[in-house]
């Protein structure tokens, strides 16, 4: 079993920065790759970043490609998404999850925490 908490969401204007955590505790060992995923209101589910645990390997979107950053901090087990430059299109509710997998789709993890709203204004 695998617990995962999201937290820094909050309502912010267009260009500001928000940073999201997820703390993740359990048995994360088994587990390779941690995403973060987001749903804006009325639309599915999808793929914003990811990192591997122990290489340090990350992977964007290309809507959030130069503007967000994931990194982990593995004393912690925590993973961070910086997210730069914020647009009204960002809004949506975070998730963070994990794989035994890298890739970017909903359907290789295994535990998503439980979301973060962020809102950005015009």
């Known amino acids: 079993q695998v617990q995962l908490v999201e937290s820094g969401g909050g309502l912010v204007q267009a260009g500001d920065s928000l940073r999201l955590s997820c703390a993740a505790s359990g048995r994360t060992f088994r587990y390779y790759v941690m995403g973060w995923f987001r749903q804006p209101p009325g639309k599915v589910r999808e793929f914003v970043a990811l990192?591997?645990?122990?290489?340090?390997?990350?992977y964007y979107a290309d809507s959030v490609k130069g503007r967000f950053t994931i990194s982990r901090d593995n004393a912690k087990n925590t993973v961070y998404l910086q997210m730069n430059s914020l647009k009204p299109e960002d809004t949506a509710v975070y998730y963070c999850?994990?794989?035994?997998?890298?890739?970017?789709?909903?359907?290789?993890?295994?535990?998503w925490g439980q979301g973060t709203q962020v809102t950005v204004s015009s």
């Open positions: 999850a994990i794989s035994q997998t890298y890739g970017g789709s909903p359907g290789e993890y295994d535990y």
């Open positions: 990192i591997t645990w122990n290489g340090g390997s990350t």
